[in-house]
Structures are given as C-alpha cells and as structure tokens.
C-alpha cells in the first residue's frame, strides 16, 4: 500500500472515531468527504505545480515525476503518540478548492495542562529556563505538559509539576481554557495555578537548565521587555491576574 492510500484510510478511520473533529458550520470551511470531490482536487494541485514549472524545462519534467511517484499526501499525514498532523481537503467559503493542514491531539488524549507555580508563603511566582527544540531557543516559561489519556486535570497538574521541578501541589487553582494557536492547532490546554511548598531536580531530559523564582511585578516586566514571550507563560499570567491571585 503506497503512503498516501496508507493516509487516507487512516483519515477515513479517523472521522469515525472523532466525527466531532470532521463537522463542518454553515459559512465556515467545509471539509470534503465526496471521494470524487478529493480525488479531483489532488489532481487539479499536481496541474497546478505542473503548470507553473512550465518555464523551466527541468523544472516542469521534475513536477511531474514527483506526483507521479510521490503526490501531496491527503489524510493523516503523520501520527504520534503527541499529535496528529492532518492534511484537509477543503471547500473555502468562496467555492474554491484547496488543501488546509491541522494538528489534532490524539484520540483519547486529555488537555494539556500550563501551571503557573505559586511557591510558599509569599506565593512567588517560579519560572524555567527551558530549552524548545522548535525555536532552537531558550525561553522563560512556567510548567506545562501534554494530557495524559484518562488522567484527570488535577492529576496532570501533579504530574507535570513533579516532573519538571520535583513539586508537589499543595492547592490547585482552576484559571480556565486556551486555545493557543487557532490556525493550526485543535488543542485546547487547561491553566491552574499551583500553591507549592518547594521545588527540588530539574528535569534536565527536557531541557530545563535553571529556575527562578520572582514576583508578579518582576514577571510582568520581564513580559514588557520580551524576557517572557511564551505564549502559554503569558496567557496563565494574565489569568491569574484577572482572577484576583496577584492581589
């Protein structure tokens, strides 16, 4: 079975088990399932890449040999036990056809969880220094982590904290949801503040090099000077803010 039959019967098995992910709103952009529909568009995209390498002899042989051998994938086009990246035939609110790609949590997975650590009596607010392999930089953020399947949120909570900075959550503080990138991505995290007592190892796995504990002040400045630019870091802050923690 060729990749791309292989993703588009992992994409039909898929919209079975989460239809919820495949349901389409009135002016909204309409995700194909007419199989002649899907079929044609993967057609018309090959015509057009085969088109516009017309100038280029070279150019235009190799596109075509490439979606001959290798045509754009349609489905699932890759999965994990993290996430799914998908590849949508789609209907755009103008009538035209195109492709749309989106990154799906994995079916029976739970929230994320982002846990802002309030540490002892004075409730300062700790941050680490976290290496992310995506922007091949380091950032200032706070703990968060992928759900756990069939894990609650409050046990998520615990187990990231552990993880990350050897903390047990001796309060938890629900701050609510988040949808991080709604152009991409279909995850939605849950933040929580955290009451701790201490902080202990850093997972160094992960790439956390150090931690520091500051104020809400220090935090909102470290904000305004670009110190913090976690989207998720941001997001919690200003959660905590608004529910009256920093008062």
Same mark, same amino acid.
């Given at each position: 079975?060729?990749?791309?039959?292989?993703?588009?019967?992992?994409?039909?098995?898929?919209?079975?088990?989460?239809?919820?992910?495949?349901?389409?709103?009135?002016?909204?952009?309409?995700?194909?399932?007419?199989?002649?529909?899907?079929?044609?568009?993967?057609?018309?995209?090959?015509?057009?890449?085969?088109?516009?390498?017309?100038?280029?002899?070279?150019?235009?042989?190799?596109?075509?040999?490439?979606?001959?051998?290798?045509?754009?994938?349609?489905?699932?086009?890759?999965?994990?036990?993290?996430?799914?990246?998908?590849?949508?035939?789609?209907?755009?609110?103008?009538?035209?056809?195109?492709?749309?790609?989106?990154?799906?949590?994995?079916?029976?997975?739970?929230?994320?969880? %982002?846990? =802002?650590?309030? !540490?002892? $009596? #004075?409730? *300062?607010? /700790?941050?680490?220094?976290?290496?992310?392999? @995506?922007? +091949?930089?380091?950032?200032?953020?706070?703990?968060?982590?992928?759900?756990?399947?069939?894990?609650?949120?409050?046990?998520?909570?615990?187990?990231?904290?552990?993880?990350?900075?050897?903390?047990?959550?001796?309060?938890? %503080?629900? =701050?609510?949801? !988040?949808? $991080? #990138?709604? *152009?991409? /991505?279909?995850?939605?995290?849950?933040?929580? @503040?955290? +009451?701790?007592?201490?902080?202990?190892?850093?997972?160094?796995?992960?790439?956390?090099?150090?931690?520091?504990?500051?104020?809400?002040?220090?935090?909102?400045?470290?904000?305004?000077?670009?110190?913090?630019?976690?989207?998720?870091?941001?997001?919690? !802050?200003?959660?905590?803010?608004?529910?009256?923690?920093?008062?």
């Amino acid at each position: 079975m060729t990749a791309y039959r292989r993703a588009r019967r992992a994409y039909e098995a898929l919209r079975r088990v989460r239809p919820e992910w495949f349901r389409n709103e009135s002016g909204g952009i309409e995700i194909l399932s007419e199989p002649a529909l899907t079929s044609s568009l993967w057609r018309m995209r090959c015509h057009t890449a085969v088109r516009e390498a017309r100038g280029s002899r070279g150019r235009y042989w190799w596109a075509r040999l490439r979606h001959a051998v290798r045509p754009e994938t349609v489905g699932v086009v890759s999965a994990d036990r993290f996430l799914f990246h998908l590849r949508d035939p789609v209907r755009f609110p103008d009538g035209t056809l195109g492709l749309y790609n989106r990154i799906v949590p994995p079916p029976g997975a739970t929230p994320g969880v %982002v846990v =802002l650590p309030l !540490l002892g $009596p #004075d409730g *300062g607010i /700790l941050l680490i220094e976290h290496y992310r392999h @995506a922007t +091949r930089e380091w950032h200032w953020e706070v703990v968060r982590g992928f759900g756990e399947p069939g894990a609650s949120a409050e046990e998520n909570v615990a187990r990231e904290l552990q993880e990350e900075v050897s903390a047990h959550p001796r309060q938890t %503080v629900p =701050l609510g949801e !988040l949808h $991080p #990138d709604t *152009g991409l /991505l279909a995850q939605q995290v849950q933040l929580f @503040a955290a +009451r701790v007592e201490s902080v202990g190892e850093l997972e160094r796995h992960e790439g956390i090099r150090r931690a520091k504990v500051v104020t809400c002040a220090e935090a909102e400045e470290m904000v305004r000077t670009g110190d913090i630019t976690d989207a998720f870091t941001i997001a919690v !802050l200003y959660r905590a803010r608004l529910a009256g923690l920093f008062d």
